[in-house]
């Protein structure tokens, strides 16, 4: 079984842009988590998407926005780019969306903002 | 709220050295817990978990147990090799509604010297 998969793998923008990234969770994976990762901050969690709704968000600004289609892929989205999004975004996947479930994590995006 | 504390590191060993990565949590419900490793360049990977109190996760010679008395996860090993070295995140599931989201320590770093 494929895991899960994120699209790029790298980005370069400046500030002010907006960024879609892109996540493919393992098949038959309904549940989607974000997580951003940076020296100062350690791993901080964004999102999470069950059958297409956000059941739960982290304390981050508006700024930060995602999505999940039907077939369970998600993407998510930063507008206006701060220097300090440059981190590693992490997507992970996981069955349902229970505290047993294990999450499983994709290669993550490495996004640099200029 | 919750949280997840380790030992920051970093940790240097030689081959064949016994390790110890303490872990402590605060968690409103009934956690889950969890070790994840992380290569250089890489996503991470699960290397054990527990669901319940008294339960012990084990792995390619990894082993944590899950005591709710002392509210420790500490990960050991008895016998590191050189490519065990990695940085190691503990992290807590909590089981209260729909609060589904991975809580992380700021992860310990590994090297194993040969």
Redesign the interface.
Known sequence: KAG?T?TPRYLIKTRGQQVTLSCSPISGHR?V?W?QQTPGQ??Q?LF?Y?SETQ??K?NFPGRFSGRQFSNSRSEMNVSTLELGDSALY?C?SSVD????????????TRLTVL | GNSVTQMEGPVTLSEEAFLTINCTYTAT?Y??L?W?VQYPG?????LL?A?KADDKGSNKGFEATYRKETTSFHLEKGSVQVSDSAVY?C?L???GG??????????TLLTVNP
Do not use: I
């Open positions: 899960v994120q549940s988590s997580y350690g791993l969690f999470e069950f059941r739960n982290g992490l992970a969306s229970s505290s047993t479930d294990t999450q499983y994590f994709g290669p993550g | 419900g956690p889950s969890f994840y890489e996503g991470l990977q699960l978990k669901t995140f992290a599931s909590d089981s729909s609060n589904y989201k991975l809580t992380f320590g700021k992860g």
